[in-house]
């Protein structure tokens, strides 16, 4: 079965550092463009981070130079370490799967999501 | 950097057809996906790609495209779709992944 399964919220005071995970099972993780996404409370989506099955790796302006993305094949897991966090990293962070294909144009689609995992950034 | 805008809230009657657009301009190099979220869910996709539905979506749902706007139909909307909808799209210029901020749908 497909599956992603987020885990390493927590609280944690502002300036402070936390490493959320993401096992996948099912599917070769390492094959894929693999994404974290983050939703604070009461607001939409926000895209954080990918690493893609090359390696190539882009983060939004709002966390670059604070976060890192990375994966450990044989564990067939995706991290975010997250540093320097402030109030405004507060949120659900998602792992997520990316496809791609091209059909006149490309496109692009996170097909398998995990459940999530709450940061809390607070004194 | 590339955006994209939906409109915050959309309702429909039980049994009528809505639609909720995402503008930007990275729509005129890619298509648009569409996730469906309920409270205290994760998305879950609905339409990708020109107009693809994946397993276990209704036909009721479908996707189209036209210049810098995509679209997402729901015909004939039913009580659980009453949900929030996120286009998302890539930027051309930086390759960062956009998510619109999201339509609220209230089926009446």
């Known amino acids: 079965q497909v599956q992603l399964v987020e885990s390493g919220g927590g609280l944690v005071k502002p300036g402070g550092s936390l490493r959320v995970s993401c096992a996948a099972s099912g599917f070769t993780l390492r094959d894929y463009y693999m994404n974290w996404v983050r939703q604070a409370p009461g607001k939409g989506l926000e895209w954080v981070s990918y690493i893609s099955s090359s390696g190539t790796i882009y983060y939004s302006d709002s966390v670059k130079g604070r976060f890192t993305i990375s994966r450990d094949n044989a564990k067939n897991s995706l991290y975010l370490q997250m540093s320097s966090l402030r109030a405004e990293d507060t949120a659900v962070y998602y792992c997520?799967?990316?496809?791609?294909?091209?059909?006149?144009?490309?496109?692009?689609?996170?097909?398998?999501w995990g459940k999530g995992t709450t940061v809390t950034v607070s004194s | 950097s590339s955006e994209l805008t939906q409109d915050p809230a959309v309702s429909v009657a039980l049994g009528q057809t809505v639609r909720i657009t995402c503008q930007g301009d990275s729509l005129r190099n890619y298509y648009a996906s569409w996730y469906q979220q309920k409270p205290g869910q994760a998305p879950v996709v609905v339409i990708y790609g020109k107009n693809n539905r994946p397993s276990g979506i209704p036909d009721r749902f479908s996707g189209s495209s036209s210049g810098n706007t995509a679209s997402l139909t729901i015909t004939g909307a039913q009580a659980e779709d009453d949900a929030d909808y996120y286009c998302?799209?890539?930027?051309?210029?930086?390759?960062?992944?956009?998510f619109g901020g999201g339509t609220k749908l209230t089926v009446l």
């Open positions: 998302n799209s890539r930027d051309s210029g930086t390759n960062h992944v956009v």
């Open positions: 997520a799967r990316e496809r791609v294909g091209i059909v006149g144009y490309y496109y692009y689609y996170m097909d398998v």
